[in-house]
């Protein structure tokens, strides 16, 4: 019975009113209709529409993204700059049985009038930060429809939380999300739909959104209802289906990383016993390696043609970029032995030209596509690394002709040892054929003198001149050492130092 009365009296409240709003002829300016509809004692903001009908108020919503920025990995979180529009009706604020009705069939209200008819209390679950643009005033709009539509729209800029997974990076995709749900109201008092009326998306995004490190390859709208410990509430969100792009790492990650670990390969061409070289290539490159249409409105556009001026880029970027690289070019004019100082210069210059490129890049936005300057330092790069690859080379081209000098050296050097070898062999096999020869002639004349036992013991005096019993009946004979002539020894030939050869005897 109380539902029923209180029913009743607003009813009746409520066709008072209208009447009043119809046949007061009072009413002449907007100013005085608008303190009539929304009057405090007709209308109170406290309680929310149809709820005498104990029906839920349905919002319909449709957001416009402006941008997407500031996308951090770290704190998971991104920026975003949308137009957040919310419509719903309010039988309290119909006038379409009035007289304004046709003069007006739509009016929009001041932005200070929304504090006194009722909105949803709609917030974003998601959100770490937030505010409403102020600039240059408060951007909300109100309007409100004949037959008791109220659209209301505001720009927001808020920092939304989005949880990455990395497992992928930098060859990942993200879904970030932007989550709205009702705070207080339940689901029996409140209802959030998209508006998809006449064949148009909810959500609508800035055809000119750029990103530096994703594209945004798709959207979805989708609903969220959500259950509390205080109650069941509406929610809707918004899935934004994030594309890394691939050429900002591309160019500032696996290129220079891939140079980096070519460049410790070089170590594999430096000689082993030039430790102090190997070693410092070794630890630097271990240093060196992360909208449905609301209206028209109008608008003025000015557009800043900016030039840069050039003068500071040549004193810090080029100059010094150029005069590095002429300082690589130096070490072609030093020894290819002094290892450590070929090695000193080449990777200074490299490492300078990297630390000076990751200067610059800290100085500009992460873009994905490839700016002159980055043009400009990977030149650079690539001259410097070519200098220290070029080395290499030489480096091992050296050391081959000195082995294969060496090798040459020691055939000459055995093959002079073995003429000397073969020199002496030859000539003490000569002078022990001697000594067996005059042996043998000393033996056969002592033979022919006395008998054979006196061969053996007076061997040198049956030779002697003066021996008294020989001088009378045997003439004496005198010992004759036979020296053959010997024959003649070739001299040991010097070896030939071009090809080594021996000659033969």
Same mark, same amino acid.
Request: some cysteine; hydrophobic content about 40%.
């Given at each position: 019975?109380?539902?029923?009365?209180?029913?009743?009296?607003?009813?009746?409240?409520?066709?008072?009113?209208?009447?009043?709003?119809?046949?007061?002829?009072?009413?002449?300016?907007?100013?005085?209709?608008?303190?009539?509809?929304?009057?405090?004692?007709?209308?109170?903001?406290?309680?929310?529409?149809?709820?005498?009908?104990?029906?839920?108020?349905?919002?319909?919503?449709?957001?416009?993204?402006?941008?997407?920025?500031?996308?951090?990995?770290?704190?998971?979180?991104?920026?975003?700059?949308?137009?957040?529009?919310?419509?719903?009706?309010?039988?309290?604020?119909?006038?379409?049985?009035?007289?304004?009705?046709?003069?007006?069939?739509?009016?929009? =209200?001041?932005?200070?009038?929304?504090?006194?008819?009722?909105?949803?209390?709609?917030?974003?679950?998601?959100?770490?930060?937030?505010?409403?643009?102020?600039?240059?005033?408060?951007?909300?709009?109100? @309007?409100?429809?004949?037959?008791?539509?109220?659209?209301?729209?505001?720009? =927001?800029?808020?920092?939304?939380?989005?949880?990455?997974?990395?497992?992928?990076?930098?060859?990942?995709?993200?879904?970030?999300?932007?989550?709205?749900?009702?705070?207080?109201?339940?689901?029996?008092?409140?209802?959030?739909?998209?508006?998809?009326?006449?064949?148009?998306?909810?959500? @609508?995004?800035?055809?000119?959104?750029?990103?530096?490190?994703?594209?945004?390859?798709?959207?979805?709208?989708?609903?969220?209802?959500?259950?509390?410990?205080?109650?069941?509430?509406?929610?809707?969100?918004?899935?934004?289906?994030?594309?890394?792009?691939?050429?900002?790492?591309?160019?500032?990650?696996?290129?220079?990383?891939?140079?980096?670990?070519?460049?410790?390969?070089?170590?594999?061409?430096?000689?082993?016993?030039?430790?102090?070289?190997?070693?410092?290539?070794? =630890?630097?490159?271990?240093?060196?390696?992360?909208?449905?249409?609301?209206?028209?409105?109008?608008?003025?556009?000015?557009?800043?043609?900016?030039?840069?001026?050039?003068?500071?880029?040549?004193?810090?970027?080029?100059?010094?970029?150029?005069?590095?690289?002429?300082?690589?070019?130096?070490?072609?004019?030093?020894?290819?032995?002094?290892?450590?100082? @070929?090695?000193?210069?080449?990777?200074?210059?490299?490492?300078?030209?990297?630390?000076?490129?990751?200067?610059?890049?800290?100085?500009?936005?992460?873009?994905?596509?490839?700016?002159?300057?980055?043009?400009?330092?990977?030149?650079?790069?690539?001259?410097?690394?070519?200098?220290?690859?070029?080395?290499?080379?030489?480096?091992?081209?050296?050391?081959?002709?000195?082995?294969?000098?060496?090798?040459?050296?020691?055939?000459?050097?055995?093959?002079?040892?073995?003429?000397?070898?073969?020199?002496?062999?030859?000539?003490?096999?000569?002078?022990?054929?001697?000594?067996?020869?005059?042996?043998?002639?000393?033996?056969?004349?002592?033979?022919?003198?006395?008998?054979?036992?006196?061969?053996?013991?007076?061997?040198?005096?049956?030779?002697?001149?003066?021996?008294?019993?020989?001088?009378?009946?045997?003439?004496?004979?005198?010992?004759?050492?036979?020296?053959?002539?010997?024959?003649?020894?070739?001299?040991?030939?010097?070896?030939?130092?071009?090809?080594?050869?021996?000659?033969?005897?």
């Amino acid at each position: 019975i109380n539902y029923f009365l209180h029913f009743l009296t607003t009813i009746i409240t409520l066709v008072s009113s209208a009447n009043q709003l119809r046949n007061d002829s009072t009413i002449n300016t907007v100013e005085d209709f608008l303190d009539t509809l929304i009057n405090s004692s007709r209308y109170d903001r406290r309680i929310r529409p149809f709820f005498d009908q104990q029906k839920a108020c349905n919002v319909t919503m449709t957001i416009h993204i402006n941008t997407i920025s500031a996308i951090n990995e770290v704190n998971m979180d991104y920026n975003t700059d949308l137009i957040f529009r919310q419509s719903w009706y309010d039988p309290r604020l119909n006038y379409s049985g009035t007289d304004w009705a046709d003069r007006s069939p739509q009016i929009t =209200l001041h932005y200070s009038l929304i504090d006194r008819i009722w909105v949803p209390d709609s917030f974003f679950r998601n959100a770490k930060e937030g505010k409403r643009s102020d600039i240059t005033v408060p951007n909300r709009l109100i @309007r409100i429809h004949k037959d008791g539509k109220v659209l209301y729209s505001q720009r =927001l800029l808020l920092k939304l939380d989005c949880q990455m997974k990395l497992q992928k990076f930098p060859l990942d995709n993200q879904t970030c999300v932007v989550n709205i749900g009702s705070y207080g109201f339940g689901t029996t008092d409140l209802a959030f739909f998209w508006d998809e009326s006449g064949n148009v998306s909810a959500i @609508r995004v800035n055809e000119d959104l750029e990103m530096p490190d994703f594209v945004l390859s798709n959207h979805e709208a989708r609903y969220c209802n959500r259950t509390t410990a205080t109650g069941k509430y509406a929610c809707i969100e918004v899935h934004l289906l994030l594309q890394r792009n691939i050429n900002l790492y591309l160019q500032q990650i696996f290129l220079p990383s891939t140079l980096i670990v070519t460049l410790s390969f070089i170590s594999f061409w430096i000689d082993y016993k030039s430790a102090p070289a190997r070693t410092l290539l070794s =630890l630097l490159s271990i240093v060196t390696i992360t909208a449905k249409s609301a209206g028209n409105f109008t608008c003025l556009l000015v557009v800043l043609h900016l030039k840069r001026l050039f003068g500071y880029y040549l004193v810090q970027v080029y100059i010094p970029s150029m005069l590095i690289v002429i300082l690589s070019f130096v070490s072609f004019w030093i020894d290819h032995k002094s290892v450590p100082a @070929r090695i000193s210069v080449g990777l200074l210059t490299v490492l300078t030209v990297t630390t000076q490129s990751s200067g610059i890049r800290s100085q500009l936005p992460r873009v994905s596509y490839i700016k002159a300057i980055d043009v400009w330092m990977s030149a650079c790069l690539v001259f410097v690394f070519a200098g220290l690859l070029e080395y290499a080379l030489v480096n091992v081209i050296a050391r081959k002709g000195e082995l294969k000098q060496q090798v040459r050296f020691s055939k000459e050097v055995i093959g002079n040892r073995l003429a000397h070898v073969h020199f002496y062999r030859q000539k003490e096999a000569i002078g022990s054929a001697d000594t067996m020869e005059t042996l043998v002639t000393k033996r056969n004349n002592g033979g022919g003198g006395g008998g054979g036992g006196a061969a053996s013991g007076g061997q040198y005096s049956s030779i002697s001149p003066s021996s008294p019993s020989l001088s009378n009946s045997v003439p004496p004979v005198q010992a004759q050492i036979i020296v053959p002539q010997a024959s003649p020894v070739s001299k040991a030939a010097k070896p030939v130092r071009d090809n080594a050869q021996f000659v033969k005897y």
